[in-house]
């Protein structure tokens, strides 16, 4: 059984900076790919960026690319979203999702969700 556990959400003025991170369980972690996913009010849930299973090919929304890092622990079984320069168009809640087929780039499904962490930009 996979479980994923957000944290390092909260509230943020305009030009400031957060780090989410992810705590995943179960086995074959370091096997797939990762992403971070966000869903504002009102708004279809949207691809913010992913990492490969071994840290090595990331991709980025265009919406983020300059702004976010997302990156890997595989040894403790974490992934992080390093959050710039955040807007507040920025805010929604960060999911974190776990690729559904292994040794993956993160570009196709994924199949494992945490509950969400929120993220609020102020202006």
């Known amino acids: 059984q996979v479980q994923l556990v957000e944290s390092g959400g909260g509230l943020v003025q305009a030009g400031g900076s957060l780090r989410l991170s992810c705590a995943a369980s179960?086995?074959?972690?370091?096997?797939?790919?990762m992403a971070w996913f966000r869903q504002a009010p009102g708004k279809e849930r949207e691809f913010v960026a992913a990492?490969?299973?071994?840290?090595?090919?990331?991709d980025y929304a265009d919406s983020v690319k300059g702004r976010f890092t997302i990156s890997r622990d595989n040894v403790k079984k974490m992934v992080y979203l390093r959050m710039n320069s955040l807007k507040p168009e920025d805010t929604a809640v960060y999911y974190c999702?776990?690729?559904?087929?292994?040794?993956?780039?993160?570009?196709?499904?994924?199949?494992?969700w945490g509950q969400g962490t929120q993220v609020t930009v102020s202006s």
């Open positions: 990492v490969s299973w071994s840290g090595g090919s990331t």
């Open positions: 179960g086995r074959s972690f370091s096997s797939y790919a």
């Open positions: 999702a776990r690729e559904k087929v292994p040794l993956g780039l993160g570009k196709s499904e994924y199949d494992y």
